[in-house]
T-cell receptor
Framework: DGGITQSPKYLFRKEGQNVTLSCEQN?????MYWYRQDPGQGLRLIYY???????QKGDIAEGYSVSREKKESFPLTVTSAQKNPTAFYLC???????????FGPGTRLTVL | KQEVTQIPAALSVPEGENLVLNCSFT??????LQWFRQDPGKGLTSLLL?????REQTSGRLNASLDKSSGRSTLYIAASQPGDSATYLC??????????????FGEGTQLTVNP
């Protein structure tokens, strides 16, 4: 069953903690992305990666970090430096930079 | 900086009606434009992708048009059904980027189709 999986579906974080959101794809896609969505708003790009061991900052990278050690995995860490992390986080992948992006089901992060 | 606007923000129609969702963008130098559907609390599903050289794309009851020079795209939904109720998002990819596949998203149109 091919696709993109994100875990967990819901995540709660205390202030001052780092948390890591998982994103895995078995589509053999080279490019992967992380977006943030706030209520009533469109998606904003956090980080993207075109190839293993390479990634680039998006429009709102401050307070976030990523790694791309394997082609199929692109985890996102929300650090304590992110002042307003409560949001819906979406991971996507595409065959290459020019192709359609396919999205995972999302992780809803809430700061307590 | 590319900005994408979607009008209206919300739309409620009776079942069976044909409807049009609008998307406008400020920088006409785009590589492609994509329409997505998002159900509440879910990820995005790609509906249609239009390359900058194309004028329209069709899939079933959906038809998307692109007028790059005027910075506009429309998504036409024929014979709407309650199952079409969702938020529809428009996203453009600029042609000036030298790396990555950045999409700039609009805020979406929340569609409700009433039985």
């Amino acid at each position: 069953d091919g696709g993109i999986t994100q875990s967990p579906k819901y995540l709660f974080r205390k202030e001052g903690q780092n948390v890591t959101l998982s994103c895995e794809q078995n589509l053999n896609h080279d490019a992967m992305y992380w977006y943030r969505q706030d209520p009533g708003q469109g998606l904003r790009l956090i980080y993207y990666s075109q190839i293993v061991n390479d990634f680039q900052k998006g429009d709102i990278a401050e307070g976030y970090s990523v790694s791309r050690e394997k082609k199929e995995s692109f985890p996102l860490t929300v650090t304590s430096a992110q002042k307003n992390p409560t949001a819906f986080y979406l991971c996507a992948s595409s065959l290459d930079r020019d192709s359609t992006q396919y999205f995972g089901p999302g992780t809803r992060l809430t700061v307590l | 900086k590319q900005e994408v606007t979607q009008i209206p923000a919300a739309l409620s129609v009776p079942e069976g009606e044909n409807l049009v969702l609008n998307c406008s963008f400020t920088d006409s130098a785009i590589y492609n434009l994509q329409w997505f559907r998002q159900d509440p609390g879910k990820g995005l599903t790609s509906l249609l992708l239009i390359q900058s050289s194309q004028r329209e794309q069709t899939s079933g009851r959906l038809n998307a048009s692109l007028d790059k020079s005027s910075g506009r795209s429309t998504l036409y939904i024929a014979a709407s059904q309650p199952g079409d109720s969702a938020t529809y998002l428009c996203a453009v990819r600029g042609s000036q980027e030298t790396s990555g596949s950045r999409l700039t998203f609009g805020e979406g149109t929340q569609l409700t189709v009433n039985p």
